[in-house]
């Protein structure tokens, strides 16, 4: 069975949601986290929690670092093999310009020379196992494509692969013909990532590209977290049995968000976010109700309603 793995998604995938997903479903093979970086010359404390094994105990999870540099890199690297980790994904997809005009996620697909400086210290630390989650290019797809001379010769677990440009964000489709001019290329396991909501996309993609190392999906996980499980098993669960699991999920979320979270505002706005992606799993007039409730009780009722 190829191995399918929760991508990493700030804001949503944080620690308690990875426990509560691998507990209630499961079905993946690893949770990559979001990613870990450098602000001023430390980590962030949110950040810092996410990783902490002592609230990942018995989750499957790789770590995931996004750097600009050599320097960056090797300052997250020993912060993360200090806590125990062996195995690190580098970022160099993310397309938010708060990152990428700084060189860092897809940012760095259009400087090679900071891409030699992270291979260079890959292929020195051979006590670690690392893997790359990419896109095609910042903006233009050569770009990607002219860094395999370095990333073939780095020794890589895997890469992942979302195939749209940094510069399209989230919009247009993701190129499944990019994906194999990019598979042809490299010498290098690939992993496919991007728009995968069933389990018939997940089944279309792994017909398409019979020697993936593995298929990584993001937000239809989200959306319908027995994603995986489904594709496991080879049959869709029935609608009935997948809003069970929401309300299940959603209920361990909420009751662990209220010991950490004091003010009821706060709390709402927090495990609201764990509908964000589901409007078409609960269908929009139910999604709209529990997004627009203006209290807890409110919240709880339109969640309690779902159908
Ligand atoms: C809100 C949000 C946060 C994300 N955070 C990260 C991140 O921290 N690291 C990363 O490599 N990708 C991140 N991504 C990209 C996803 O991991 C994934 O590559 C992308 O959503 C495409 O896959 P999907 O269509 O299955 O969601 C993020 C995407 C979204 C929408």
């Given at each position: 069975?190829?191995?399918?793995?929760?991508?990493p998604?700030?804001?949503?995938?944080?620690d308690?949601?990875r426990?509560?997903?691998?507990?209630?479903v499961?079905?993946?093979?690893?949770?990559?986290?979001p990613?870990?970086r450098?602000?001023?010359?430390g980590?962030?404390?949110k950040?810092a929690?996410?990783?902490?094994p002592?609230?990942?105990a018995?989750?499957?999870?790789?770590?995931?670092v996004?750097a600009?540099?050599?320097?960056e890199?090797?300052f997250?690297?020993?912060?993360?093999?200090?806590l125990g980790?062996?195995?690190?994904?580098?970022?160099?997809?993310c397309?938010?310009p708060?990152?990428?005009?700084?060189?860092?996620?897809?940012?760095?697909l259009?400087?090679p020379e900071?891409?030699t400086?992270?291979?260079e210290?890959?292929?020195?630390?051979e006590?670690?196992t690392?893997s790359?989650?990419?896109?095609?290019?910042?903006?233009?797809?050569?770009?990607?494509?002219s860094?395999?001379?370095?990333l073939?010769d780095?020794p890589l677990?895997?890469?992942?692969?979302?195939p749209?440009l940094g510069?399209?964000?989230?919009?247009?489709?993701?190129d499944?013909d990019?994906?194999?001019r990019?598979?042809e290329k490299?010498?290098?396991?690939l992993?496919?990532n991007?728009?995968l909501k069933?389990p018939?996309?997940?089944?279309?993609?792994a017909?398409r590209f019979?020697?993936?190392?593995?298929i990584?999906?993001g937000?239809?996980?989200?959306?319908?977290?027995?994603?995986?499980?489904e594709?496991?098993e080879g049959?869709?669960?029935h609608?009935t049995k997948?809003?069970?699991?929401?309300?299940k999920?959603h209920?361990?979320?909420?009751a662990?968000?209220?010991?950490i979270?004091?003010?009821?505002?706060?709390?709402?706005?927090?495990?609201?976010t764990?509908w964000?992606?589901?409007e078409?799993?609960?269908?929009?007039k139910a999604?709209k109700?529990?997004?627009?409730?203006?209290?807890?009780?409110?919240?709880?009722?339109?969640i309690?309603?779902?159908?």
């Amino acid at each position: 069975m190829l191995p399918l793995y929760f991508a990493p998604l700030q804001g949503f995938t944080e620690d308690s949601y990875r426990r509560i997903h691998h507990e209630l479903v499961g079905g993946v093979t690893a949770y990559y986290t979001p990613f870990l970086r450098l602000e001023h010359k430390g980590i962030r404390t949110k950040d810092a929690r996410d990783v902490r094994p002592e609230f990942n105990a018995g989750v499957p999870i790789v770590p995931q670092v996004i750097a600009k540099d050599g320097e960056e890199f090797t300052f997250l690297v020993n912060y993360l093999t200090e806590l125990g980790y062996r195995e690190i994904d580098v970022n160099m997809g993310c397309p938010f310009p708060l990152q990428t005009r700084h060189g860092r996620g897809a940012g760095i697909l259009q400087h090679p020379e900071c891409v030699t400086q992270i291979a260079e210290i890959i292929r020195q630390r051979e006590d670690l196992t690392f893997s790359i989650k990419m896109r095609l290019g910042l903006t233009d797809e050569s770009e990607g494509i002219s860094l395999l001379p370095i990333l073939n010769d780095t020794p890589l677990k895997h890469i992942t692969l979302h195939p749209r440009l940094g510069s399209q964000q989230y919009n247009g489709t993701a190129d499944l013909d990019a994906f194999a001019r990019f598979a042809e290329k490299t010498t290098h396991r690939l992993i496919y990532n991007g728009d995968l909501k069933t389990p018939a996309d997940v089944h279309a993609i792994a017909t398409r590209f019979p020697n993936l190392a593995g298929i990584m999906m993001g937000r239809g996980l989200l959306a319908r977290p027995s994603l995986a499980q489904e594709v496991i098993e080879g049959t869709e669960w029935h609608r009935t049995k997948r809003i069970a699991l929401l309300k299940k999920m959603h209920d361990h979320y909420h009751a662990h968000l209220a010991t950490i979270i004091p003010g009821e505002a706060q709390l709402l706005t927090k495990v609201r976010t764990f509908w964000e992606y589901m409007e078409e799993e609960c269908g929009r007039k139910a999604w709209k109700k529990i997004m627009k409730a203006g209290s807890l009780r409110n919240y709880l009722n339109a969640i309690n309603e779902l159908t």
